[in-house]
Each structure stands twice: as C-alpha cells, then as structure tokens.
C-alpha cells in the first residue's frame, strides 16, 4: 500500500528530501531487523560483534544485534 501523496509530501518537506511513491514503509519495525539488513548489505555475514557507535570505551561493548525488542515506530526507506 503507498503513502498518501499529501503525507508523503508533509514528510518530505520536514526532512528536506523528496519521498517518492514507491517508498517502502513499516510500522513497529525492529530495530535488530534493520541493524541485521544494514550489515548484511555491508558483507558482514553471522557473528555481528561489538558496534562501537553504541559502546562507550569504559564499559563493556554492546551488540548491533541486541535480541531486544526495541522497534522503529514507523519506517520509511527509499533511495
């Protein structure tokens, strides 16, 4: 199902980019699903280990992949 124009376009001047109508969108996605797709996409295939964008260097690392179930409310994804 595509976004309404009138949303797509309220959006898109709020983020200053052109959503077109082919967006992709999801609600209450994970976050480990996307986190898994991104790393995926960069040649990193089954053992995601320590992501240092959300370790602090004082404390034991956190995982791209968290098992938890934290979820984007809602996701729009485009080119």
Do not use: K
């Not at 309404?4 to 959006?11: G, H, K, L, V």
């Not at 089954?46 to 791209?64: K, L, M, Q």
């Amino acid at each position: 199902m595509p976004l309404a124009n009138s949303f797509r376009e309220n959006i898109g001047t709020a983020i200053q980019c052109e959503i077109p109508p082919d967006a992709w969108w999801a609600m209450d996605y994970h976050i480990d699903w996307r986190f898994g797709a991104l790393l995926h996409r960069q040649g990193i295939h089954g053992y995601f280990g320590p992501n240092p964008t959300i370790s602090s260097a004082d404390a034991e690392p956190e995982y791209a992949i968290q098992g938890s179930q934290q979820d984007f409310d809602f996701l729009i994804v485009f080119d």
